[in-house]
């Protein structure tokens, strides 16, 4: 009898694994964590140095049980940053713009993973809806089912407290939420004491969202893009004055301890082993003073093509896929991520009616090769290009070693990044190859928006490219 | 009569053959620096795919050219004074022959072959280079031609084309030198 049932018990057992297959095939998928800080410089994590001396334990273990990127490359500012993060595509194609943000065309990673049942949020920082947002380009309106942080950036926290703000002509800025399919509403003003705090309740809110995923075996994707380092650098009470290094120690003391949180709370729900662990800053450090960040050993800061503006820190972790211990200098961009992500859910979700400028680099992560599948980059401010790195070497087309410095002659320069990492001595007039190797890849660039034009910065939705 | 005619003939060719040397060789002689276009600031106005740089002529932006009948030589202050490295020093044949130069850019010796021609009166210089490992076990040759000519006296152009290598493109700078 016994025997019996066992028997009909192993002949079921097909039929009950392809049932639970069909019936939940999205809990197969890993979850998405991905933490993208503001203005945060290379200097100030510990595994890149930290100038400071604050130790950043929790960023440091994402790196240390799995990859830390030394030659990872970003957009070098805010909203061009995220932009390429989202679409996968240098921002020059979408036409990103601060004013007005990017289209509703644009496919972003939630908008992508939604279909295979991903839930999807943002706390924190958007930055992509432009001046006018509501209703228009929130979060929701672009893939998130839910959303909480401020719609622009952090220092208008600092709106209500300059001098002659008079709230009659100039309303305050809010921290606001949502929830897709309804408009977003004000939490509450933002200023110079939510500010710090805002952060940490985008960490309780990314903790409560994966709780509640977990519970209903949902794979999610958390975008947590961090407020902090970006100015005014003004921290959350518990490390106010508490690092004895300064207001930019004190708010890595907390953006550590808020990735803290994340990770914590992926290891108390059990599925550390089934999420894809991305950590990394929008672009250089904050240049202005009194919170000037650390670049490390590279020169310049945001908003400036330097190493210093361009190469942020980038730890990424996928126990399991991605062997821990690893450092590489290998050449990652952040338009990578989102074609390695949808390799690493296994689904062909990356949009082919667009020039997608990022590569797959999950074969490199896995340590399955040894090269990661970029050898070049391209920088541009605005419409006008500014450099091309290309494997160890980079191209300023003009070189301007910080915002608002004039250029000095000569404005193109060349440096070899291993043997000049400050970029301090041009060598392109020793090295006249180089100029037509890079304006290939210019061209190259520039071929491709034959086909696929990019989107003027101020184009408004419904944005219908031109037929192909 | 027709030896009247051959005797002129000759002295004609001569005569064309002077003309021609006296405009095909100029003197390049002097401290030239390049001038920025007026009311042109660098890195505006560019767009798309433009540059908004110069890569100029390669030399540098103050140059001191002396020619003599034999040679051109170029004088080029590479290295700032509290470097205590002399001005690098190129001369190049006028009659044509090769000329090997040798410099240390930090990437081990690097010998650069020039050859001059005169194309009337445009001084072509033509300076090939080796580099080895800008590719991982392959050595390019590149090389570039300068093309040295007077639009005034006080006004040096100098056209840099650099050859195409690796699958890029070729490239032809203009800049315009003042005389100092």
């Excluded at chain 1, 140095?49 to 990127?69: F, H, K, M, Q, Y």
């Excluded at chain 1, 190859?433 to 928006?449: C, L, R």
């Excluded at chain 2, 093309?147 to 006004?155: A, F, N, Q, V």
């Excluded at chain 2, 070729?170 to 100092?180: D, E, I, M, N, W």
Aim: some cysteine; glycine content about 10%.
């Amino acid at each position: 009898m016994r025997s019996c049932r066992l028997a009909a018990l192993l002949l079921a057992l097909p039929a009950i694994v392809v049932a639970q297959r069909a019936t939940t095939p999205a809990q197969q998928r890993p979850n998405i964590v991905l933490m993208f800080a503001d203005n945060l410089g290379w200097g100030e994590v510990g595994s890149y140095g930290s100038v400071r001396g604050v130790p950043t334990p929790n960023i440091d273990r994402i790196g240390a049980e799995g990859i830390r990127l030394t030659n990872f490359n970003v957009e070098f500012s805010c909203t061009v940053s995220r932009a390429a993060l989202m679409t996968g595509r240098y921002a020059i194609r979408s036409g990103a713009a601060q004013p007005t943000g990017i289209t509703l065309w644009e496919t972003t990673i939630p908008e992508a993973l939604k279909p295979l049942g991903y839930a999807t949020a943002l706390f924190g920082k958007w930055h992509l809806g432009g001046f006018e947002w509501e209703g228009r380009r929130a979060p929701t309106d672009q893939g998130f089912d839910e959303w909480y942080g401020i719609p622009l950036t952090s220092n208008e926290a600092q709106v209500t407290t300059s001098p002659g703000y008079d709230s009659t002509k100039t309303p305050p800025p809010y921290i606001w939420e949502g929830k897709a399919g309804g408009p977003s509403r004000k939490v509450q003003v933002f200023d110079l004491e939510s500010r710090r705090t805002i952060d940490r309740e985008a960490a309780k809110r990314s903790v409560a969202f994966m709780q509640r995923n977990v519970a209903e075996r949902k794979p999610f994707f958390l975008y947590y893009p961090l407020t902090q380092i970006h100015f005014p650098t003004l921290t959350h009470p518990d490390f106010a004055g508490k690092t004895g290094a300064g207001d930019i120690g004190d708010a890595m003391a907390d953006v550590d301890y808020n990735v803290g949180l994340v990770l914590d709370a992926l290891k108390r729900l059990g599925v550390e082993r089934n999420t894809l662990v991305l950590w990394c800053t929008d672009n250089g450090a904050e240049a202005r003073r009194p919170w000037r960040g650390s670049s490390g050993p590279w020169t310049g800061f945001y908003n400036s093509m330097m190493e210093g503006g361009i190469r942020t820190p980038c730890v990424i972790r996928w126990p399991g896929h991605i062997p821990a211990g690893q450092v590489s200098n290998q050449m990652v961009h952040e338009v990578d991520f989102f074609p390695t992500i949808a390799a690493a859910v296994g689904a062909d979700i990356v949009p082919k009616d667009r020039a997608i400028d990022g590569v797959n680099q999950l074969p490199f992560l896995e340590k399955k090769q040894a090269t990661s599948n970029r050898e070049s980059a391209l920088f541009y401010s605005n419409t006008q290009i500014r450099a091309v790195k290309w494997k160890d070497w980079k191209f300023h087309y003009l070189f301007v070693a910080e915002p608002g410095v004039p250029p000095g002659p000569p404005s193109m320069r060349l440096f070899n990044l291993r043997s000049d990492p400050k970029e301090e001595t041009d060598i392109k007039d020793f090295n006249p190859w180089a100029i037509g190797v890079m304006d290939k890849i210019v061209a190259d660039f520039m071929e491709t928006t034959k086909k696929y034009p990019n989107v003027p910065a101020n184009a408004p939705d419904p944005y219908k490219p031109p037929p192909i | 009569m027709r030896h009247h005619t051959t005797v002129s003939s000759a002295l004609l060719v001569i005569l064309l053959a002077a003309g021609a040397s006296g405009q095909a060789r100029p003197d390049f002689s002097g401290r030239w620096t390049i001038a920025p276009p007026p009311g042109a600031p660098a890195g505006r106005g560019a767009s798309g795919g433009g540059r908004a740089g110069d890569m100029g002529s390669g030399w540098g932006s103050t140059i001191t050219l002396t020619q003599s009948a034999s040679a051109l030589t170029l004088e080029w202050a590479y290295y700032s004074t509290s470097d205590l490295q002399p001005p690098l020093v190129f001369v190049y044949p006028l009659d044509g022959t090769e000329r090997t130069h040798t410099l240390m850019m930090g990437r081990g010796l690097e010998k650069q072959v020039s050859r001059t021609t005169w194309d009337g009166a445009k001084l072509v210089i033509s300076t090939s280079q080796d580099f080895p490992n800008i590719v991982a076990g392959k050595t390019i040759t590149s090389v570039v031609t300068r093309t040295l000519m007077l639009e005034s006296p006080t006004s040096l152009v100098v056209e840099t084309n650099r050859s195409a290598v690796l699958g890029g493109q070729a490239s032809t700078t203009r800049t315009v030198y003042t005389k100092q």
